[in-house]
């Protein structure tokens, strides 16, 4: 739907409100116009329509999942994606990871005043166009204004429910000795996009981010009775950062096999440029499944046969101490000790 195409079917034309104004976040007819003609006309859904302060929806047998996640990215757009799309891969990930088939999602706005509307339509189709990917519903949401100067234009929140089927564990209570941790996919394109978009740094080749729904490839492995002990989403902190989580958390140790772990080239030489661990960079549409040995090369063919998780390998094992560490066997063979940064390698990354 292109923007103009919104324009013109809004019975008083948005160019005559081509900014975000105070009004707009103000309970009156300006925020009841944005309302219905962007967010309402987009995410149109029957839970949705019965306009409430928040949605009613019936569950099955099992358990509930609930999370809740903040966007408050740097730039808005980056190649691959932007903070609206970002927005619903991030959260319905995040459901995934706890064995759920994510259901529903509301959205909060936090817009500032002078943003352009027609930047604003861009993300919430985006948003849309990604919800409706996943075969998620925007149920319910909010919007404020903020004065002009005081939000980088837009900040979305969002929270999620799914469906966790009875008997599925899946944590770091379950991981055994032995395990194989598999990984999705190439690692750090996403946090080497962002950092390139803000700084408009010109690298040999184009570096779009990864952000992306893993719903169908987590679901593939449960729906083939595969085993799954423990799966986490490798964002803010990387690879690095999940495995030392899970390793504390499971009183057990890591080791993971560098050579086995994907990281593209232009990736990597853009790393080394920068200084940065590709162990440790962001990724928005990859992660880490721990599986029992005699599960792995299944798990891995269920992975391989989606396009978001076609590059999966096994990364890693899981061994019984010292506990809480995590190792790298490095290319030359030798060994050393991952752990988490001590700072931010790179804020507002999602």
């Known amino acids: 739907m292109e923007t103009q195409d919104f324009q013109l079917q809004c019975p008083i034309p948005i160019s005559e409100y081509p900014q975000v104004l105070m009004a707009h976040g103000g309970g009156g007819r300006l925020m009841n116009q944005l309302l219905e003609k ?4 987009e995410f149109d859904n029957e839970l949705l329509g019965a306009r409430h302060d928040g949605a009613r929806f019936p569950v099955a047998e099992g358990e509930m999942a609930f999370t809740t996640d903040s966007f408050v990215v740097k730039p808005l757009f980056f190649p691959g994606g932007n903070i609206g799309s970002l927005a619903v891969h991030g959260t319905v990930n995040d459901l995934s990871m706890c064995g759920a088939r994510p259901l529903y999602l509301s959205a909060g706005f936090i817009l500032e005043e002078g943003l352009a509307m027609e930047t604003l339509w861009q ?12 075969g998620v519903q925007i149920v319910t949401g909010d919007t404020k204004v903020v004065d ?3 939000g980088d234009g837009v900040f979305i929140n969002t929270a999620g429910v799914g469906l966790v089927p009875s008997g599925r564990n899946v944590g770091p209570d379950q991981v055994q000795a032995g395990d194989v941790i598999l990984v999705s996919g190439d690692l750090g394109r996403h946090g080497m996009a962002i950092l390139g978009a803000r700084q408009a740094l010109a690298f ?26 423990c799966l986490r989403d490798l964002t803010r902190g990387g690879l690095t950062s999940a495995m030392v989580e899970i390793a504390r958390d499971a009183s057990l140790a890591i080791e993971l096999e560098e050579a086995k772990v994907p990281v593209r080239d232009d990736v990597r030489a853009a790393c080394e440029i920068l200084g940065l661990d590709p162990f440790y960079v962001a990724n928005e549409g990859r992660f880490c499944a721990i599986v029992p040995e005699a599960a792995a090369d299944q798990a891995l063919e269920v992975l391989k046969s989606f396009e978001v998780s076609a ?6 094992r899981v061994q019984s101490g010292p506990a809480g560490v995590v190792s790298l066997r490095t290319a030359i063979g030798a060994r050393r000790i991952l752990d988490m940064l001590s700072g931010e390698q790179l804020p507002r990354i999602c």
């Open 38 to 41: 962007m967010f309402l006309a």
């Open 123 to 134: 993300i919430v189709h985006a948003m849309g166009e990604a919800a409706r990917e996943a």
């Open 148 to 150: 002009r100067g005081k």
């Open 204 to 229: 040999e080749s184009a570096i779009e981010s990864d952000s992306a729904s893993v719903i169908e490839p987590v679901q593939a492995l449960f729906e083939a009775g595969l085993e799954v002990h």
């Open 311 to 316: 590059g999966a390998t096994a990364a890693g």
